[in-house]
């Protein structure tokens, strides 16, 4: 019995990172990072992160029903010392810190306060090309 509650506690105080986490794990190329385009779920948040300096830099990317790609970190200028990020559901990312809910058309249009900050981004031929450097700017929320 001591074993199970030992057990219980480990996985509930360290977030399920027991059982892995939902970050896909990503290495750059030339100081970019290339994401296909058609690895972006529509309606559905892919989480991310990238080894920068020994933090994993996290964010995450989506397609609106409009067709348009969003992407933000995993973090927001309030809640960030919380490293808690985000989860989803159904059409609203939630922070896991404070409880607010951001639609999933706002994400990447509004900056501050409890939204995902924003990630800048280009489309390049069928990839979504991030730049290690735009990473880096959010090193601190990691």
Known sequence: MRNILIFLILTLTSGFTFFGDNYKKLHDNNGFI????RDIKNEKATFYSYDY??????????????GKIRAAFDACDVC??????YSQTNYFMICNNCGQ?????????FRG???????KFHIEKDYVKISVSELASHYNYF
């Open 101 to 109: 809910k951001f639609h999933i058309t706002r994400i990447g249009e």
């Open 34 to 37: 290339m994401i296909p385009t």
């Open 53 to 66: 300096k020994g933090k994993n830099i996290k964010f995450f990317l989506l397609k609106t029903n409009d």
């Open 113 to 119: 306060g409890c939204n995902p900050s924003p990630l």
């Open 80 to 85: 960030y010392p919380a490293r808690k990020g």
